[in-house]
């Protein structure tokens, strides 16, 4: 699941495009300048931008810049009414991963957002393995010993978040934010529900489980296990 920022003023524009999006999947955020975005930026991490140029604050090609120059993997794709050679030239050096002028396609602005998803997905590891657990990512299988795990969407998507990320802890506001989206209904005990559910199909008898939580930190992937 693609988590996407938009940061667009226009509220009819921002609220087709939310809408487009959350239709085929994407997980939505909607800033209205500069400043909130940076907001939504600076707590959660984002799949892809889709960036207006001309903010109430500011130039969308100038956040566009520094969000490049962090070094984070986010897809950057412009989308403004400005349309002229030079104006396509200077989103692109700007850092841009792509160009959409104004009116646009709601097709087109999909098809776009999934040529990115499917460049991301080829950069990733087809699969991942974490001591006796396996995870085919294209498959969306798990297998703990060789067994297949049947798990549920949300089980899938919080256990390789861990898997990709082993070491590193993720709070339940984090997994929230991340996998369920800012403007779920689901509460903490979403995550809690979602985590006993992945334990008692994953964790062998006897053994820790292989989904730890440390206390004032948050969930990680046990590698011991």
């Known amino acids: 699941m693609a988590k996407v920022l938009v940061v667009e003023d226009d509220f009819d524009v921002a609220d087709v495009v939310r809408d487009t999006l959350r239709a085929d999947n994407f997980v939505v955020d909607v800033a209205n300048n500069i400043r909130d975005a940076k907001h939504f930026l600076s707590v959660s991490s984002y799949d892809i931008l889709v960036l207006d140029w001309e903010l109430p604050d500011g130039a969308g090609v100038d956040l566009c810049r520094e969000v490049k120059m962090t070094g984070e993997p986010t897809a ?28 646009f396609e709601t097709s087109e602005l999909l098809a776009r957002l999934r040529s990115f998803m499917r460049r991301l997905w080829q950069k990733k590891a087809e699969s991942l393995k974490i001591g006796s657990l396996e995870m085919e990512i294209q498959t969306r299988k798990v297998f703990r010993d060789g067994e297949e795990v049947r798990l549920l969407k949300k089980e899938f998507e919080v256990l390789e978040l861990l898997m990709r990320n082993p070491g590193d802890h993720f709070s ?36 820790d489980s292989l989904i730890a939580l440390d206390h004032g930190f948050g969930y990680r992937i046990n590698s011991q296990n």
């Open 172 to 207: 339940t506001e984090y997994l929230l934010d991340k996998l369920w989206g800012q403007d779920s209904d689901a509460g903490s005990d979403a995550v809690f529900q979602c985590i006993r559910r992945l334990r008692r199909k994953l964790d062998k008898p006897e053994s």
């Open 76 to 103: 950057i794709l412009m989308l403004t009414g400005r349309a002229s050679t030079n104006d396509r030239v200077q989103g692109l050096d700007s850092g841009a991963d792509d160009y959409l002028t104004k009116p």
